[in-house]
Nanobody, 121 residues
Framework: VQLQASGGGLVQAGDSLKLSCAAS????????MGWFRQAPGKEREFVAT????????YYADSVKSRFTISRDNSKNTVFLQMISLKPEDTAVYYC???????????????WGQGTLVTVSS
């Protein structure tokens, strides 16, 4: 299984960015997908998750109304659209996959390598 995250970069506060995560080696539509992030010196935290069908999703309070998770099962890809970025959004963002759907990172078996998002003030 490979999860390839991309789209990170250096942006200014208030800017937008869209992350992508391309999956291979698994039946994509049978897996819920999640985005997590880890800021320097902090533990990995939940950001968003989307159900296998893409109908249901769930966000961390800190990103609700600013981030949107979506998926394209025909392209085996999950996205994270981020708007109104803040310096506190700076982190390495990871995508994860598992049959489990929810915010608990310990329950996700498959992880990507992460993509760095840096938001300057």
């Amino acid at each position: 299984v490979q999860l390839q995250a991309s789209g990170g970069g250096l942006v200014q506060a208030g800017d937008s960015l869209k992350l992508s995560c391309a999956a291979s080696g698994l039946t994509f539509s049978s897996n819920a997908m999640g985005w997590f992030r880890q800021a320097p010196g902090k533990e990995r935290e939940f950001v968003a998750t989307i159900s296998r069908s893409g109908i249901s999703y769930y966000y961390a309070d800190s990103v609700k109304s600013r981030f949107t998770i979506s998926r394209d099962n025909s392209k085996n890809t999950v996205f994270l659209q981020m708007i109104s970025l803040k310096p506190e959004d700076t982190a390495v963002y990871y995508c994860a996959a598992d049959y489990y759907w929810g915010p608990d990172s310990k329950k996700y078996n498959y992880w990507g390598q992460g993509t760095l998002v840096t938001v300057s003030s």
